[in-house]
């Protein structure tokens, strides 16, 4: 019960903070204004973007497989990506709770240990938190001028990055405690396996840890590779394709969009549910430094915000449906094939 009030409260905050924003960006605007303006909108790329949207994370689930099958496990590729469509479903209840759904479905699914699975996933966080660094870079570099005006004109951002770099101190200390902690328990981790509380903890980081050096194994890594750009790429295309839907957005080209992508993917990790307000007020931002009308830039995020977070609500509400019925099928048949082979 007590769990269950806890975990109330925490959605309850995260949603109320995404509202507040959204509301804080949408406060003034005229809703006849924005429904009249719907009718500009050029839906059929908005419906591409959509199929952009699935397809990336078909690919997802795809490289995913590479690193359970690095550990020797054969899941179903159908499973990978009902597990990937839950996970942003999830999120969209609570941020971050979309790992720990995965990592169960994997489980119950495909029979890998909670924390093998758990490994996989946060390995592939950490690459595509390389991916996003990386992109970010190129974004800075590339169209400097417009992220410093971005950062000047949010005086709350300007902050929140001045506050990053002066705690450094601070980062590199709890870096340097974890570091001492993981030589010491790897140190003194033989003598305290007597124990079987730490013999039980010994076999989760085992599982742990190879779920997270699960890429040094991959077979074919180049394919590895070619999946995670694949999956950046659409991301990427998600965004720009919806350019073209709106007439106000003709003169914007990729290097806009790529500013936009950056602005928006960090929007996206915000501690809200799936975004909600950070998302398009970090979009809207960015377009109004390029010229856009605040109103444009206003109905161009509530668009590309709301088909994303529309397919993810269909696809994961197919993915629960698909899940029991395609692995109650896959019993059927192994029971058949089985009883057919005695």
């Given at each position: 019960?007590?769990?269950?009030?806890?975990?109330?409260?925490?959605?309850?905050?995260?949603?109320?903070?995404?509202?507040?924003?959204?509301?804080?960006?949408?406060?003034?605007?005229?809703?006849?204004?924005?429904?009249?303006?719907?009718h500009e909108v050029n839906f059929l790329w908005v419906y591409v973007s959509i199929f952009f949207g699935i397809?990336?994370?078909?690919?997802?689930?795809?490289?995913?497989?590479?690193?359970a099958r690095s550990l020797g496990y054969r899941p179903s590729p159908y499973n990978s990506f009902f597990a990937?469509?839950?996970?942003?479903?999830?999120?969209?209840?609570?941020?971050?709770?979309?790992?720990?759904?995965?990592?169960?479905?994997?489980?119950?699914?495909?029979?890998?240990?909670?924390?093998?699975?758990?490994?996989?996933?946060?390995?592939?966080?950490?690459?595509?938190?390389?991916?996003?660094?990386?992109?970010?870079?190129?974004?800075?570099?590339?169209?400097?001028?417009?992220?410093?005006?971005?950062?000047?004109?949010?005086?709350?951002?300007?902050?929140?990055?001045?506050?990053?770099?002066?705690?450094?101190?601070?980062?590199?200390?709890?870096?340097?405690?974890?570091?001492?902690?993981?030589?010491?328990?790897?140190?003194?981790?033989?003598?305290?396996?007597?124990?079987?509380?730490?013999?039980?903890?010994?076999?989760?980081?085992?599982?742990?840890?190879?779920?997270?050096?699960?890429?040094?194994?991959?077979?074919?890594?180049?394919?590895?590779?070619?999946?995670?750009?694949?999956?950046?790429?659409?991301?990427?295309?998600?965004?720009?394709?919806?350019?073209?839907?709106?007439?106000?957005?003709?003169?914007?080209?990729?290097?806009?969009?790529?500013?936009?992508?950056?602005?928006?993917?960090?929007?996206?990790?915000?501690?809200?549910?799936?975004?909600?307000?950070?998302?398009?007020?970090?979009?809207?931002?960015?377009?109004?430094?390029?010229?856009?009308?605040?109103?444009?830039?206003?109905?161009?995020?509530?668009?590309?915000?709301?088909?994303?977070?529309?397919?993810?609500?269909?696809?994961?509400?197919?993915?629960?449906?698909?899940?029991?019925?395609?692995?109650?099928?896959?019993?059927?048949?192994?029971?058949?094939?089985?009883?057919?082979?005695?």
């Amino acid at each position: 019960m007590k769990k269950k009030i806890i975990n109330s409260l925490k959605f309850l905050v995260f949603i109320s903070l995404g509202i507040f924003i959204f509301w804080k960006v949408y406060k003034g605007q005229d809703v006849n204004e924005l429904w009249s303006s719907l009718h500009e909108v050029n839906f059929l790329w908005v419906y591409v973007s959509i199929f952009f949207g699935i397809f990336s994370h078909l690919a997802r689930s795809a490289r995913w497989l590479l690193l359970a099958r690095s550990l020797g496990y054969r899941p179903s590729p159908y499973n990978s990506f009902f597990a990937v469509m839950m996970t942003y479903f999830a999120n969209l209840a609570f941020p971050r709770m979309g790992e720990v759904t995965r990592c169960a479905i994997i489980k119950q699914y495909e029979k890998i240990p909670l924390s093998t699975a758990l490994g996989t996933i946060i390995t592939e966080r950490l690459i595509d938190l390389i991916m996003l660094a990386g992109i970010t870079l190129i974004a800075v570099g590339v169209q400097f001028n417009v992220f410093e005006l971005f950062v000047t004109e949010n005086p709350a951002i300007s902050a929140n990055v001045k506050s990053l770099f002066d705690s450094g101190i601070i980062i590199g200390a709890i870096v340097v405690s974890g570091v001492v902690a993981i030589v010491l328990y790897f140190t003194y981790r033989n003598r305290l396996n007597k124990f079987s509380l730490v013999r039980k903890f010994n076999e989760k980081v085992t599982a742990l840890k190879d779920g997270l050096l699960s890429v040094r194994n991959v077979e074919n890594k180049w394919l590895f590779g070619v999946y995670t750009l694949t999956i950046w790429i659409f991301y990427f295309g998600m965004l720009y394709i919806c350019f073209f839907s709106f007439p106000f957005m003709d003169s914007l080209g990729p290097l806009a969009a790529l500013v936009l992508f950056v602005l928006g993917s960090y929007g996206m990790v915000a501690p809200v549910q799936g975004g909600i307000g950070a998302y398009h007020f970090m979009v809207i931002s960015g377009l109004v430094i390029y010229g856009v009308a605040d109103s444009d830039a206003r109905l161009f995020a509530l668009i590309a915000w709301g088909s994303q977070t529309i397919m993810i609500i269909g696809m994961g509400i197919l993915s629960y449906v698909a899940l029991p019925i395609y692995n109650g099928y896959l019993a059927k048949k192994n029971k058949l094939e089985t009883d057919v082979v005695n």
